[in-house]
Each structure stands twice: as structure tokens, then as C-alpha cells.
């Protein structure tokens, strides 16, 4: 098994630690998102976009660095919320609720949250190098939207590009033509911020380099 675990089946994240030369292996978790949202909620109440996307992350990560086919990996879980508004948004699902989305975003601006969370599942003994570390961070981009059209909006959704991605867009794929301008990291936007995992990995003792296939 490569060093880096993916808990992710985002084919975007995939293509970003690919084309950065990394070296992983995706196991995809079996986290309940919505069951862990409401017992946060009940403990801490209302949780921001920001803090939303890092303790998603953080379930993602801890499910995969459970299981025993991860025993000597780090193991990296992501996960994206899109704030608009005062209000968070993941996934649309749903044609009809991405066509409202992007009737209300256009020509407006948004913020993108992608949590990342590193669990160092290696063995604490010195000759495997283990760490223990289990750390966080958040990278975040501001998102401005072009002023699309109804047509432009309905033919977009009917491609159902944007029904599995958190906001209901992409910046890589056909959603490219009605975004503006994006300020911050483009890969958070996307779903994992290599630079991000970098400084994660600071705290592991392992360097980027560490992971190049």
C-alpha cells in the first residue's frame, strides 16, 4: 500500500494528488455525514461552513485510519462546504435544487471551505517512524460567479455536472465558463489543497516529497 490513504471516492481529489505526483490509495469511508452533523449540533450547536468541512474531514479520516488495511499509512479525509449567504451548502443531489442555487449565486460571490484532516497510522516505534499525529486545517477560497443566464443555468444542470459537488459547481469541468474569478487556493475549490497536506504532513516528520510515486 502507498504511505498516503485517500478517504474519498472525489474522483477530483484523485486527479490533484495524481497530477502532483503523489503516490496514494483511496478507501472510501462509511461515514453517516448527516448522523455526525446533528450530534455535533446537539453538543456544540450551530456549526459555520468552516468548522462544518474540518469536522467532516475528521470523521472521514478517523473512519479509514480504523481499519486495519490502513495500518502503516497516513490517511488523509477531505471534505467541502460552500458558504453563501450566511448559509451552508453541500451537495445539491438534485437538478431542481441546483438550478435554484445557481439562480441565487450568479453575479454574486461565495466561499469554498475544503477540511483537511491527517491521521499518521504508522507504528509509534522508531524503526517505522510513526508519529501519532492526528492534525487539521482548513484552506478556503472565494468563488465569483459569472452572470449566467436561465438557458446557460438549465443546460449546466443537465449535464449533471454539478449535482455531486458541494455548492453545485466545479472549476474544472464546464462549470469553468461561469465563474469569474477565484481568490485563494483553485485546488481547495476542487477538494484538496496540496499545499495544505504539505504543512499536515510537517507534523507527521514526513515531507511532500516523501509521497512522489
Known amino acids: ?45 450551530a456549526l459555520d461552513a468552516h468548522d462544518t468541512s474540518l469536522l467532516l474531514a475528521r470523521a472521514k ?27 451552508s451548502y453541500g451537495k445539491p443531489h438534485t437538478g431542481d435544487v441546483a438550478a435554484e442555487r445557481w439562480r441565487a449565486m450568479r453575479g454574486k460571490s461565495g466561499v469554498l471551505h475544503t477540511g483537511h484532516w491527517l491521521i499518521d497510522n504508522r507504528s509509534e516505534d522508531p524503526e517505522d517512524g510513526g508519529t501519532g499525529a492526528t492534525v487539521g486545517a482548513v484552506s478556503s477560497a472565494t468563488v ?45 475549490v476542487v477538494g484538496v489543497s496540496v499545499s495544505t497536506l504539505r504543512r499536515l504532513l510537517a507534523s507527521a516528520e514526513l515531507s511532500v516529497t516523501d509521497l512522489w510515486s
Do not use: K, N
Not at 477530483?12 to 497530477?19: C, Q, T
Not at 478517523?62 to 495500518?71: F, I, Q, S
Not at 452572470?147 to 449535482?163: F, K, W
Open 1 to 45: 500500500m502507498p504511505l498516503l490513504v485517500l478517504a474519498s471516492a472525489s474522483p477530483g481529489r484523485a486527479r490533484i494528488l495524481a497530477d502532483a505526483g503523489i503516490a496514494f490509495e483511496v478507501v472510501v469511508s462509511a461515514v453517516d455525514e448527516d448522523a455526525v452533523l446533528r450530534s455535533a449540533v446537539e453538543q456544540h450547536g
Open 61 to 87: 479520516a478517523e473512519a479509514v485510519a480504523g481499519l486495519e488495511e490502513t495500518d502503516g499509512a497516513v490517511v488523509l479525509g477531505c471534505d467541502s462546504v460552500f458558504e453563501f449567504d450566511g448559509a
Open 144 to 188: 465569483h460567479f459569472e452572470d449566467a443566464s436561465d438557458d446557460e443555468i438549465a443546460a449546466y444542470v443537465a449535464t449533471g455536472e454539478p449535482l455531486p459537488c458541494a455548492g453545485g459547481f466545479t472549476i474544472d469541468g464546464r462549470g469553468a465558463a461561469f465563474l469569474r474569478s477565484v481568490e485563494g487556493d483553485p485546488h481547495a
